[in-house]
């Protein structure tokens, strides 16, 4: 019995999915992704350490990298080509407001917004903490135990990170939100959690257990860390600082094949339009987030070669290649 492979055809897909991850900005590692042994994951479990981002809009690649033709003779003759410069930028548009969507889209440092203390004068970027709890043995990446007593509730927004106790370098748990050049002479207790990634939704309280809608990014939490509970996010223009990320689109055949645009390290190019808008109706319009990033390069091991993106093909079973 003979088995007949079918045909190539083009990729047919409903949408591109988009995952993050951030950069650890000590080392400038990303997050490791191999193609071979990871690219068919599943996508409601991604591989450790990738943030899901939904599914983005006007996914647009741009090539910056050239090719530049090596003239000789006279007449000048092409004999040969060279590769004078890589890179490439990307954009797209996000489908929802969520923290991740604006750390994106921002290009900029994003500040959790504390539940307010009530005295003080008004800040721009959110006044001192109302409240700073600290967790039981035990807390997991998805269930924190909680002090008897503590005001948390089913539907609270929070961030879970340690106090800043005068460090410079890059802050955040997770993945780094803010640097701080030198040591400050004020201390802001809350400085590390103000600009930490690390939160999440609380979807349900049992006793003291609070079951979180998804996993901290962190991972369980330390001894060290302490919540505080958040009434949203600002991100502001100005300021040194610049996100890093990688990333993975993935575009999924009807047919079972699969592409991958894997890119280890983005940071924003400052060009972007922040936000796209779209009339549904007269007097009726949507407003996104949009981002639009640009490529860093690193080493590929494999021939220790420079590069800024991975494009990968895995094909659908008994496909022709």
């Not at 007949?4 to 080392?27: E, M, N, Q, Y």
């Not at 223009?237 to 894997?262: I, K, M, N, Y």
């Not at 924003?268 to 109706?281: I, K, M, N, S, Y």
Request: net charge neutral.
């Amino acid at each position: 019995m003979t088995t007949t492979a079918l045909a190539a055809g083009s990729l047919i897909t409903k949408s591109v999915h988009a995952w993050f991850a951030p950069v650890d900005r000590t080392d400038v590692l990303p997050v490791p992704f191999d193609p071979a042994s990871m690219g068919r994951f599943n996508p409601g479990t991604p591989p450790s350490g990738w943030w899901s981002a939904g599914p983005v809009l006007g996914l647009k690649r741009i090539a910056a990298s050239s090719i530049k033709p090596v003239l000789s003779g006279a007449p000048a003759t092409v004999k040969s080509q060279v590769s004078s410069a890589v890179g490439e930028e990307v954009e797209f548009t996000l489908p929802s407001w969520t923290r991740i969507g604006l750390s994106l889209s921002s290009g900029a440092e994003v500040l959790n917004l504390f539940m307010p203390a009530g005295t003080g004068g008004a800040t721009p970027s959110g006044g001192t903490a109302a409240l700073v709890e600290s967790l039981l043995p035990g807390s997991t990446a998805t269930v924190l135990q909680l002090q008897v007593g503590s005001s948390v509730q089913a539907g609270d927004l929070l961030v879970v990170d340690v106090d800043y106790t005068g460090q410079a370098g890059f802050q955040g748990s997770g993945g780094a939100g803010t640097y701080v050049p030198a040591a400050p002479t004020t201390i802001d207790l809350h400085l590390v959690r103000r600009f930490s990634l690390n939160v999440a939704r609380v979807l349900s309280i049992n006793g003291t257990a609070a079951t979180l809608a998804a996993p901290l990014p962190a991972g369980a939490p330390t001894t060290a860390m302490r919540l505080s509970r958040l009434a949203g996010f600002t991100d502001r223009t100005g300021g040194a600082f610049l996100p890093e990320w990688s990333a993975l689109f993935v575009l999924d055949g009807v047919q079972g094949d699969r592409v991958l645009l894997h890119y280890p390290r983005l940071q924003p190019t400052g060009d972007a339009t922040r936000e796209v808008q779209e009339t549904l109706a007269p007097g009726v319009h949507r407003w996104r987030p949009s981002a639009k990033l640009r490529a860093l390069p690193i080493t590929d091991a494999n021939g220790n070669t420079p590069a800024v993106c991975f494009r990968t093909y895995l094909p659908a079973p008994m496909r022709q290649v």
